[in-house]
């Protein structure tokens, strides 16, 4: 693996070259979770509780990091998970996250919070999955799910972690939020970050505006600094098991529910006809003292391990915890703060070094536990 080192030797040093070029606003809306914020802690201990307990002599100078996801081969045995707000991190952020994947030959996944219709996404190539926030008006959310298949996304993922809007309370602090804008807030610490300032609104102004919501018909986008009209605000407060059906109903490819956590709701997406889950609490930033997902893994693997691939993210920020989630279960990873740390940092090639180093830190801990290829990772690697 080659490419820009950007100074940045890990997951670390990438977040904090991205705090630095950030107000403090846009930095907290990346970074920080909920209410006490007790969550990220919690996800953080409870991959640091896992050990190892590797082999020796197993000849090791050939690692095989390749591995198959919903019947189509990676590189590397995780995906970019779906981050809003990318395209006020970096002049249209998404495109870069996305291009960056398809050099890495891993999966992106599109959020509907982008700021980039799907249509837009089809030029970049690689392979493309699209997660879904049910809007208001239900029609809009069955239109851009036909929108997404026609486009070749062969992946659904379905949210389902923020039945309600979460509790931020710092973003009113800040000044920061959605919509987004300039207030007496934040105004100073805006300022005094010109490069983000020129280089991500500056060149907005210039190449046609603030951007808009995306994926909604044209009369319903508006700037994301007006906030979402009539129709357009995500509402899942109401979503149940039937609405799950009629969305599988209208969706051929693979489909995925993300954001469970409770092993009854897995064995009943089994029996809803789903493809996939991933355990998640959508990165501490949802529900505070919420349980952290690698603790939660393997209750949720011995309901339906083998039955449907089972994804794990929230917490991630080493190729070890890559292999530790694999190791109890999972069959592949979705990584969301890390790669969004090298996009708020130096944009494409940032994403890439992110990908770089985490793909590097999985083949490392794979040498030194002497397994060899992703196949051969099991619960034997752990303590």
Known sequence: MAGETLGCFNI?????????RLPRGVWEYLERGVEDETGMDRNRAAFDRLTFRPRVLRKVDEIDTRTTILGKEGALPFAIAPTGAAGIMWYRGDH????????????????????????????IGGRRWFQLYMWENRELSYDVVRRVDA??????????DLPVPPNREYLAHNGFGMPFGFNHKNVTDVLMHPRWLAGVIGRYMVNGGIPKQANLPKAMKNSVMRGAKPGALFKQ??????GIRRLRDIWKGHFILKGMLHPDDARIALEAGVDGIVVSNHGARSLDHS???IDALPDVVAEVGGKMTVFLDSGVRRG???????????DAVMVGRATLYGLAAAGEPGVARAIDLLGSEVAR?????GLRSVAEIDANALA
Do not use: H, Q, Y
């Open 12 to 20: 670390a040093d990438l977040a904090a070259k991205a705090r630095r």
């Open 96 to 123: 870069d996250l996305a291009n960056a994947a398809a050099k890495a030959g891993i999966p992106f996944t599109i959020s509907s919070a982008s700021t980039m219709d799907v249509e837009d996404f089809a030029e």
């Open 151 to 160: 486009v070749g996304c062969d992946t659904l993922f379905v949210t389902l």
């Open 237 to 242: 407060d109401d979503l149940d098991w039937d």
């Open 291 to 293: 349980v952290a997902a």
């Open 320 to 330: 070890s915890d890559v292999v530790k989630a694999l190791a109890l279960g999972a």
């Open 365 to 369: 801990t794979m040498a030194m536990l």
